[in-house]
């Protein structure tokens, strides 16, 4: 019996050792596979940095043999790629534009109409912000009793309009 204790806490023994060997495998191929990664990022930084240095040489090239044709060709072709972004953002602008218009009073949009977009935002944020007609004073209501004859009143009714009761006499 003393026998089959023995070896079950060496099981228990050995599956442990075993975890902290995985754990360590584990943590150095995480650690390798960070390394891989970082080395792949500043990789791809450094050929980035190098594709535009040596397109920024091949324009100075370009301009010092004067062949402006082909550089021409080259900065037409970049412009065109850029037209449908500036599309997609001229678009983004007049929606917003309109938008806040919508949000100014009527009185007041032939003033804003062709301003730019951060005056109208500041301009809907200040005109939203104007303090409302409410009444300072909430959950107040007045009472209309007559409380000259008080004494007229049933307890209840006296209880109720106390305050005012109080207050008529302070007047």
């Known amino acids: 019996m003393s026998e089959e204790t023995k070896v079950s806490k060496e099981t228990v023994v050995d599956s ?3 975890n902290v060997t995985q754990e360590n495998a584990q943590s150095e191929y995480i650690a390798e596979s960070k390394k891989y990664r970082k080395r ?7 050929l980035s940095k190098l594709e535009k240095q040596l397109e920024s040489q091949e324009n100075a090239k370009l301009k010092e043999k004067e062949e402006f044709k082909t550089l021409a060709e080259k900065l037409e072709a970049e412009n065109t790629s850029l037209n449908s972004y500036k599309d997609k ?9 309109t938008a806040l218009l919508e949000k100014i009073p009527e ?18 944020e200040q005109l939203g912000s104007k303090p ?14 007559n409380i000259d004859n008080w ?9 109720k309009s ?4 109080l207050s008529s006499y302070k007047k």
């Not at 004494?151 to 209880?159: G, M, S």
């Open 40 to 46: 792949a990022q500043d990789a791809e930084a450094r």
């Open 151 to 159: 004494l007229d009143l049933d307890p209840k009714e006296q209880k």
């Open 132 to 145: 409302s007609n409410e009444p300072n004073v909430r959950a107040t209501v007045k009472s209309n009793k």
């Open 107 to 124: 009185s007041k949009r032939e003033q804003f109409i062709n301003k730019d977009l951060d005056v109208l935002e500041f301009m809907v």
């Open 89 to 97: 953002y001229e678009g983004f602008v007049e929606q917003r534009k």
């Open 162 to 165: 106390w305050k005012d009761i």
């Open 16 to 18: 442990g050792a075993e």
